[in-house]
C-alpha cells in the first residue's frame, strides 16, 4: 500500500505550476519525453499491489500515451460468479475502473499534461493473462 502512496505522490507531483493558469508551461516541454520519463520511473515499482484484487504491472509510453497495465486476481469465472452473487454488471464495474482513473488524472496537476495532449491508457487482464477491459483518458 505504501508503494501505491508513494506511485500516486510521484504522479501528482511533477512541474508544480501547470494548473491551467499555465497550461502554456508544458508546451515548452516535450510530452512524449515526459511520459516516457513517468513511465519509466513508474516501472521501476512494478509489479505494484494496488489493492486486494488488483497488481499494476506494467507501464510503458509510446509518443503522447502512457499505458498502465493491470492484473486483476481473479478469473473470468470467478468475476461472472461475482456479478451474478451481487446483482452487478460489467458495465457498472468498467464505470466504476474509469471514474477510479479520472479522480486520479483529471485534477490538479496531472490535468495540465491532458488538456496539452496526453493520453492515459489502462488495459485489464484477468489473472491467466486473458484481456477484460482497457480504455484511454484524452479529456476530462
Not at 488488483?54 to 497495465?69: D, P, Q, R, V
Request: net charge neutral.
Amino acid at each position: 500500500m505504501i508503494r501505491f502512496i508513494v506511485f500516486l505522490i510521484f504522479l501528482v507531483t511533477f512541474p508544480a505550476y501547470a494548473d491551467e493558469r499555465h497550461g502554456d508551461y508544458y508546451k515548452k516541454w516535450d510530452i512524449c519525453h515526459f511520459l516516457k520519463q513517468l513511465a519509466d520511473e513508474s516501472a521501476k515499482n512494478l509489479p505494484m499491489q494496488m489493492d486486494s484484487t488488483m497488481i499494476m504491472s506494467k507501464a510503458y509510453a509510446l509518443g503522447k500515451t502512457i499505458t498502465f497495465e493491470v492484473i486483476l486476481l481473479y478469473d473470468r469465472q470467478w468475476f461472472q460468479n461475482y456479478l451474478t452473487q451481487t446483482g452487478s454488471s460489467n458495465e457498472q464495474v468498467e464505470e466504476l475502473l474509469v471514474k477510479k482513473a479520472k479522480d486520479t488524472w483529471c485534477e490538479g496537476d496531472s490535468l495540465a499534461l491532458i488538456k496539452n495532449g496526453a493520453i492515459i491508457r489502462y488495459i485489464y487482464y484477468f489473472k491467466d493473462q486473458t484481456p477484460y477491459f482497457r480504455f484511454e483518458i484524452s479529456q476530462c
